[in-house]
C-alpha cells in the first residue's frame, strides 16, 4: 500500500511537471518586452573584448569587464558599461591610434552617441597629446568629442586647463573654453 502511495505520488507530480513544460511558450518579443518593463538588460557579457573591423581592417578595439545589453528599448536602445572601457581607434592603416578610457560609459545605438563618465582619458598616441575629463560625450558618427565640465589638455610642451572643450576624435582642432596657461599655435593648426 505504501508503494503504491509513492508511485501515484510520483506519477502526479511527473504528469504536473510535464504539463508546466508543455504549457510555456517560447515567444522572444514577450520575454523582451517582460525585460524592458521590469529595466532589466537583454544579455549582460563579461571580460568582453570586441574588434571591428572594416574591409577587412581592424578599426577599433573595446574592452570591458561587465558590459549590460539594454537594445530591447523601444525609444532609446542603448548599452552600459558599469565598470568602465577601454576603445582603441586605428586610422591610417593602424600608424594613428586613439585610446580612450572611462570608469562608466553609456553607448546609445539609434544615435551613435556614447556618454563616458569618471577618469575619463583620450590619448592621440601620434601627437602625445591626452586630454582628461570627468565626463565627456562623444559623437561617433561625425568622429567629434566634447563636455563641458572641467578638462586638462596636455600636448608635449603645452598644458591647457578650462572648462568646456570639443574637439575632433583626433584632439588636433579644438575648441577650448574659459582657459587658463600658455597655449603655442602654429598658424596650420587655427
Request: with cysteine.
Amino acid at each position: 500500500m505504501n508503494q503504491l502511495f509513492h508511485i501515484t505520488k510520483k506519477s502526479i507530480a511527473t504528469i504536473m511537471i510535464v504539463g508546466m513544460l508543455f504549457s510555456c511558450t517560447n515567444d522572444s518579443k514577450k520575454v523582451r518586452d517582460f525585460l524592458a518593463e521590469k529595466n532589466l538588460p537583454i544579455a549582460v557579457a563579461k571580460d568582453a573584448h570586441h574588434i571591428y573591423k572594416d574591409s577587412g581592417r581592424i578599426t577599433s578595439k573595446l574592452t570591458t569587464s561587465l558590459l549590460n545589453d539594454f537594445s530591447n528599448r523601444k525609444k532609446h536602445p542603448y548599452n552600459e558599461f558599469p565598470e568602465g572601457i577601454k576603445i582603441i581607434n586605428f586610422e591610417n592603416n593602424g600608424k594613428d591610434s586613439v585610446t580612450v578610457f572611462g570608469d562608466y560609459a553609456l553607448s546609445y545605438s539609434k544615435t551613435s552617441i556614447s556618454e563616458l563618465k569618471g577618469n575619463v582619458v583620450v590619448i592621440n598616441h601620434t601627437d602625445a597629446s591626452r586630454l582628461e575629463t570627468d565626463q565627456l560625450f562623444w559623437d561617433q558618427k561625425n568622429k567629434y568629442f566634447f563636455t563641458e565640465k572641467s578638462f586638462t589638455l596636455t600636448k608635449i610642451n603645452d598644458t591647457v586647463i578650462g572648462v568646456g572643450f570639443e574637439s575632433m576624435e583626433n584632439l588636433k582642432k579644438y575648441v577650448a573654453k574659459k582657459t587658463v596657461g600658455n597655449i603655442v599655435t602654429n598658424e596650420n593648426e587655427l
